[in-house]
């Protein structure tokens, strides 16, 4: 079993900066992905972001060139780095960590830290 453990988030005026961390623990492969998704009030979870085993990262239009995704393999670790935030990005933001496709597919969850974006 895999556990993933967030931290971070909090409260932020537009404009700020905020960075979240998530560690996974359990067994985990060599080669994985990594995720950052948010739920806004009253909106479907949605992908902000992932980070491939080689560090490639790809983020949606909205957040590129604000938000940076960051992995350290050592430590079992991925890092969102979230810079000129806005009201629309407040949710709840969960990190995902996944391997292997189809049936063989496996994925877990954290549990999810709040982000508020407010004057």
């Known amino acids: 079993q895999v556990q993933l453990v967030e931290s971070g988030g909090g409260v932020v005026q537009p404009g700020g900066s905020l960075s979240l961390s998530c560690v996974a623990s359990?067994?985990?492969?060599?080669?994985?992905?990594w995720g950052w998704y948010r739920q806004a009030p009253g909106k479907q979870r949605e992908l902000v972001g992932s980070?491939?085993?080689?560090?490639?990262?790809n983020n949606i239009p909205s957040v590129e060139g604000r938000f940076t995704i960051a992995r350290d393999n050592a430590k079992n670790s991925v890092y969102l780095q979230m810079n000129s935030l806005n009201p629309e990005d407040t949710g709840v933001y969960y990190c995902?960590?996944?391997?292997?496709?189809?049936?063989?597919?496996?994925?877990?969850w954290g549990q999810g830290t709040q982000v508020t974006v407010s004057s």
């Open positions: 995902n960590l996944f391997w292997g496709v189809s049936s063989s597919r496996r994925e877990f």
């Open positions: 359990g067994n985990i492969p060599s080669i994985y992905t």
């Open positions: 980070i491939m085993s080689l560090s490639t990262t």
